[in-house]
């Protein structure tokens, strides 16, 4: 559990102590601020407009996070970095673990900053109260890193430096879009990741209240999906080569 | 087989297990709470529905606003970003109330198949707005603006007075034009003289509310000043006036409904069987006409009565 965690926290403060990354963040609110301006433009559309734009706006900072660990483990593994604890077996297992535990942790707290940020900036602007669904959306889309965190663990050990991203991407991107093909739950969802689960964007518009089991139940099918997949990647990691 | 290697099997197996379970419970809930989900489009746009949906949005007013009016020239590029929106969001009440209207001249069938669409909308089942558009688009006839000779839509009165009829089960207190609407088209669609047809209309849903049928299922709605409306339309069936305005006899027909009517449920009001003007107590005569009439609310001694419950004059109990 410590090997766990001290990868982990090494990966999350890596993250976090980029200055470029509280930058975006202040982009991010500044342009769910700029929604506020289209008023005329949409015909007095600019207050959903602006909810819409803070949560697409998270979601992809949620997906760049996430993506940020597709560039560190190819390029630790070619440079042989935790190269002693790599050799154990069961190091392999921690390694994978604890990247993905930290790119959570750090999704966590950059999401979470967005979210605070533009429901503040929502609810000065407008002067109202934030409602409940507003909250749920943002919570659910920031629970979405976890099984995001696992995609991009596995194709960060599978391939290499440029194909891993791209693959990531692709591969988010496919399972936020379930209605491509039939929505046969044990497949989509079981085997392949059903992120669209956590998609409740335009309940925060429509303030249509998301019940709390079912945001317990999507949580618990995030860490249980997680985990599933990095045991499966575990598995591929073990036979793999590493110099 | 080494032990950690069976552990991370079984963890995994498990796990799979409890997600494969969880999705199968998470699927069918997440349809329930978002309905609209099954009205979305299947395009793969990552969940991003929504915003594409406010963009199409700045698209169409950007393109539409330019234009100095939407017809047959232009109406298909509009109804394609329209359906787009919709598409993307079928929730977005503004798509249809000023989207679908602007198209209602132009392409009036497909504005009210949008709009049938939307009155299926869970979301939007207590807009009054959406079915009465499409009421009143049904009730049209509807020319080309740019070819006066070309019947875009003809008026279907049946059609029309179902979704006016909506408009108004969607409501406590429905507004008088959304029940005058709808009376008038249901009378259209019945046909022959008009004010006998609205007078017979409103007698038939006079009787359904008596028999207290289950308004949904039934081709009636509850019409709160039903009375009130009985009493102009017969005076309307009584006295009916051509399009120029000048009076016309009334058919034997309208005769025969307005005696019914009148028998039956205006007996209470105290009307002049000659222009159904209601009577004050103790009038002999019609202040409108001169017709006699029943007199009415008179104590035995000769006193007119006031609404109180002894004879101001006599002291007798009424
Ligand atoms: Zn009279
Ligand atoms: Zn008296």
Redesign the interface.
Known sequence: MSEIMAIASGTWKNILRMKVVYFLIFCVWVLVGIASMYEILTIGHHKPLMMDVSLVLNAIAASLVVLSVTFEIPRELRQGVAATLLTKSLGRTQYLAGKAVGICVAGFVICALIAAGSLIIYALTFSEAIAGPMFQAHFLLIISIIPMASMAVFFATLFPEVAAPVLTIIAIWFAYSTGIIANIPVVYGGLLPNLDLFNFKSHAVYLKPIPILYMILVTVWGIAYALFLLMLTSFFFKVKDIK | M?K?TVI??M??IA??A???Y??????P??SD??Q?KNF????????????FA?VA??RF??FAGGLSSIDSTNVDKVSRMLEKIIAY?P?FV?SYQ?GVLSISNADPKLAVKLLEQACANP?LAHNIQIPFYAGFILSRTIVDQNNPDKILSEPDYAAAARFFRMAIQRTRDPESYLISNYIHAKAKARGGEESLAVLSVLYDEWKMSKAGKDEIYSDYCQIPDIEERLVKATREAKYPIDDEGRLLKPSQKALELIAKVQQEILFKKHLCENCVTPAAPGDKFCGTCGHAVKTWGVCSCGHILSSKAYCTRCGKKQ
């Open positions: 080494k950690d991370r099997f963890i995994m796990s799979l409890v997600a494969s969880l999705a199968c419970i998470l699927t809930m997440q709470i978002s609209e979305l489009t299947k395009a793969p746009v990552a969940g991003l529905h929504k915003f406010d949005w700045m007013i950007n969001d929730n503004e000023s979301h």
